[in-house]
């Protein structure tokens, strides 16, 4: 089993920034993929950004240009930080991970709200 906790959500304004953290019980290192989903009100889940097989880095195109997506293996740390954060930036924000191509795990979520 491994848990994947997020932290680093919260309220913003319109062109402000947050930095979101994933924190996983085991090493990263090696793991499949690691990234960041979200999901707003009423919406269905999306890819925001992640690290994929062969060391590909994969955004959503809506994102591209704000949002960076790093890790730190020495810390099991995955990092997104996000800016020019727009309205439609509102969501819940879950972290995910695979590991030898087992079950998929999913953080709890973290709130980002962006509003004036």
């Known amino acids: 089993q491994v848990q994947l906790v997020e932290s680093g959500g919260g309220l913003v304004q319109p062109g402000g920034s947050l930095k979101l953290f994933c924190v996983a019980s085991?090493?990263?290192?090696?793991?499949?993929?690691m990234g960041w989903y979200r999901q707003a009100p009423g919406k269905e889940p999306e890819l925001v950004a992640e690290?994929?097989?062969?060391?590909?880095?994969n955004y959503a195109e809506s994102v591209k240009g704000r949002f960076t997506i790093s890790r730190d293996n020495a810390k099991n740390t995955v990092t997104l930080q996000m800016n020019s954060l727009k309205p439609e930036d509102t969501a819940v924000y879950y972290c995910?991970?695979?590991?030898?191509?087992?079950?998929?795990?999913w953080g709890q979520g973290t709130q980002v709200t962006v509003s004036s």
């Open positions: 690290f994929s097989t062969g060391g590909r880095i």
């Open positions: 995910n991970g695979r590991w030898s191509w087992g079950p998929i795990y």
């Open positions: 085991r090493s990263i290192f090696g793991s499949n993929f």
